[in-house]
């Protein structure tokens, strides 16, 4: 029963740290419809950064930020730079991101080297706390912490502000949104700026969960794949569960099917792409 | 003569000479270069078609060349057999991969088949039991026919150039004939073609069956090729430098892709001598494609030739689509 209990909470904190990863993504893919692929990238960029400034600042907080920061930026210089320049071009756009995700997991290579890089937490925050039903690390308790809080500030966000109600109007229909004087290109740069932001963030808190390593761009941008096409592109609420799904497959087909973990975690994706191609939160277009 | 047939006379001698006059190691990068012209030419079919970019192209080619190391290696299946199963495996996964992604638009595809490749990638690379995991599956060898070692770098480029050249020639009937003009009517504008009584959903699945295919004829040199089939060729680096190479070579037109990939093996050679930065290569290489010839390097000759001489028919077929 153990065991159980312990795979729960695992596929709890994947679900958390996939959500932080999706969030931002489904939310400027849905405004957009410009699929970020370096989103992996950015990922590992925060990561190794994030690691680097907790190893020489010994501060957690200060690494947090710096990762989210240094995708943040890597994050507005493409839009600005490259992804302006084909505007429009639905396809182009991708490839283009495609490209960008390729250069900086290969130039991360290049300085961080291919070893695998882990977060050096300090011992209070690895230390476990009692849940009730069994002991687990603090650190992973307050990652699912994180990710509801996030979940309840996006989702109020969202709902309560006008720029909420920007963002929601610019998903529903982009066109309608730019008529009635929404300066969409402003409001994307802003939400692509948060979700790169979000891929940094969870690439220094993910390093807790899984190490950084070669090719784990690529794995991350799958799982944010699986995630948001699950719940539908452009649904929070789609992330959001998608990540659950996905957290707990992910966790319970690693600790009972270990030979087909990989493949089950597309499973749910590729049963929802037959009966429910929109997602389980998405709109038919 | 018209130039097209200059062209293909030209394109044929070059094939025919290369043998001839270079070592054995230019021959085994044309080999190379022959299998992922046919991957290339896979991706392209359905990109400079119907504008459906696939990620999982190379996919297909290795559920072939996993076909061939798993019944071939471990199963000792006599030759001619397993290559005809690993052609029916290819074809049963592009059947199905089809059905799952033939309704989807150009972004959706692109993911999709991404995912998909990397589901079958992971269970290649999880599957040790059968796959042999990271370490794969060495020892396919192709047979001997009478004393002709096919295995032979020579030998094997007269079988993969043949094979690969009348491939290209039967696209080039394919883009020529009423089904290749009805994906581009799809690509262009698909409810007129819907509204015209045209299946377009059969369409798109026909064709991406048959990218699929060749695909798979790919993915049987591959692994006879480099004698060892593992999870690596299924990966997404694969399908993002076949991608780069059909995008720098001009996915529309015909040969755009098979000298997409000339170029980019030429390019690797000569930079692999100052350094191994090769992703960092295939990202560039793809970025400055996508932002300053998004058309390719085929059809800017195709353009500068127009401007010198009349315009005439040629191997090429553009489009007037605004995609890359």
Redesign the interface.
């Known amino acids: 029963m153990n065991t159980f209990y312990f795979l729960t909470l695992n596929g709890l904190t994947m679900a958390a740290l996939l959500f932080i990863m999706a969030s931002g993504l489904t939310l400027a893919f849905g405004l957009m419809?410009v699929?970020n692929?370096a989103h992996g990238a950015f990922y590992l960029l925060g990561g190794y950064f994030g690691v680097q400034v907790i190893r020489e600042t010994g501060s957690l907080t200060l690494g947090i930020l710096a990762g989210g920061g240094i995708a943040l930026v890597g994050g507005l210089l493409m839009e600005r730079f490259?992804l302006q320049?084909?505007r429009g071009?639905?396809?182009?756009e991708?490839?283009?991101t495609?490209?960008?995700?390729?250069?900086i997991?290969?130039?991360l290579l290049?300085v961080y080297g291919g070893q695998p890089v882990s977060l050096p937490l300090p011992p209070e925050l690895r230390a476990p706390v009692d849940l009730g039903v069994m002991m687990y690390p603090y650190f992973r308790v307050l990652i699912m912490g994180f990710a509801v809080l996030l979940g309840i500030a996006l989702w109020l966000v969202m709902t309560y502000t006008r720029i909420g109600a920007a963002i929601r109007a610019g998903v529903d229909d982009r066109e309608t949104a730019m008529s009635q004087g929404i300066n969409v290109p402003l409001l994307f740069g802003g939400v692509f700026a948060v979700a790169s932001f979000l891929a940094g963030v969870a690439g220094v808190v993910g390093t807790s969960y899984m190490s950084l390593t070669q090719g784990l761009d690529?794995r991350v941008l799958?799982l944010s794949?699986?995630v948001i096409?699950i719940g539908g592109?452009g649904s929070l609420k789609g992330a959001a569960v998608g990540a659950l799904i996905t957290g707990m497959v992910s966790s319970f087909a690693t600790g009972y099917l270990?030979?087909?973990?990989?493949?089950f975690?597309?499973l749910p994706?590729?049963l929802i792409?037959?009966f429910r191609?929109q997602g389980l939160f998405g709109r038919t277009? | 003569m018209k130039r097209e047939h200059l062209l293909i006379l030209f394109i044929v001698a070059a094939l025919v000479a290369w043998p001839l006059v270079m070592g054995n190691y230019a021959v085994s990068q044309a080999n190379r270069a022959m299998i992922y012209a046919l991957a290339a030419l896979s991706f392209s079919l359905l990109a400079g078609r119907l504008g459906w970019f696939s990620l999982c192209q190379t996919t297909f080619a290795g559920i072939s060349g996993y076909t061939i190391a798993i019944l071939g290696v471990r199963f000792g299946l006599p030759f001619p057999v397993v290559v005809l199963l690993a052609l029916l495996f290819t074809t049963l996964s592009a059947f199905i991969f089809g059905l799952l992604t033939v309704r989807s638009r150009k972004v959706s595809f692109l993911m999709l088949t991404l995912a998909l490749g990397q589901m079958v990638w992971a269970l290649s690379f999880q599957w040790v039991d059968v796959t042999g995991g990271y370490n794969g599956i060495a020892g396919g060898r192709m047979p001997v026919y009478g004393g002709v070692d096919l295995n032979d770098t020579r030998v094997f480029y007269v079988l993969v150039t043949t094979v690969t050249v009348a491939i290209f020639l039967a696209v080039w009937r394919l883009y020529g004939s009423p089904f290749g003009l009805l994906l581009l009517g799809i690509q262009e504008n698909e409810q007129r073609m819907r509204a015209l009584g045209h299946p377009v959903y059969l369409a798109r699945f026909t064709a991406f069956v048959l990218a699929g295919a060749i695909a798979g004829v790919a993915g049987v040199f591959l692994v006879y090729d480099m004698g060892i089939m593992s999870p690596s060729p299924l990966g997404l680096g694969h399908a993002v430098w076949v991608l780069t190479a059909a995008v720098l070579g001009g996915y529309r037109s015909l040969l755009g892709p098979a000298i997409g990939v000339a170029v980019l093996i030429a390019l690797e050679t000569l930079v692999s001598q100052y350094t191994d930065r090769h992703m960092m290569v295939i990202g560039l290489v793809l970025l400055l494609s996508i932002l300053l010839m998004p058309r390719g390097l085929a059809e800017m000759f195709e353009q500068h030739f127009k401007r010198k001489s009349k315009p005439q028919a040629s191997v090429t077929t553009t489009t007037r689509g605004e995609e890359p």
């Open positions: 419809r699929v692929l490259l320049r084909v071009m639905d396809l182009s991708a490839l283009l495609i490209a960008v995700g390729l250069i997991a290969d130039a290049v690529v799958m794949l699986v096409i592109m270990p030979q087909f973990a990989l493949f975690l597309f994706m590729t792409l037959v191609p277009a």
